[in-house]
């Protein structure tokens, strides 16, 4: 049987996107979807909670009448080039927003990511996520938040597609969002946060 023709294994663990997406409309917590595997989400913490709060009541009022908008972490964001479905924690989305179907559940083409860093995500959040997040095209900036420690850091889309990025560390500071026209002030982002000594 020397020339017996061997069909490469099945893989049994993968999961089609529209597998994942049937579940997940049908399940109570979130998952992310990469390349057939799916991968759990966890809890945020207090002051991960806080910061989101602190972003959200700062950036929603300038934004109201202007062509960008900003969505919470109920908004999944879907980019084709490389599989990824996730749920970053604030995304602003500028233009006319495209979702992939009927849903309307999942968006492509964010403008402005924001990721707010816990313990457990930060690496992830740094290094694969923002790797993905790379191939999305629309993409102009990506933002970290710390919730450990005070410490921004905004990577901005330069015109031959590298990244450049500044780093925020004192309360004192602040960062232009180019793609809204918006600063930020770490003291207000970080206002009712403390963190453990």
Known sequence: MENEVKEPAPKYNYVSPKEYLEMERASVEKHEYYKGEVFAMSGASWEHNVIVKNVNTLILPFLKGKPCDMFGSDLRIHIPENTLYTYPDLSIICGNPETTDDEKDTAIKPSVLIEVLAKSTKDYDRGTKFY????IMTLNEYITIDSLSVSVEIYTRKQDNSWNLTEFKQLSDSFYI??????LFLKDIYEDVSFDE
């Open 132 to 135: 993905l997040y790379r191939s």
């Open 178 to 183: 180019s793609s809204i026209g918006f600063t």
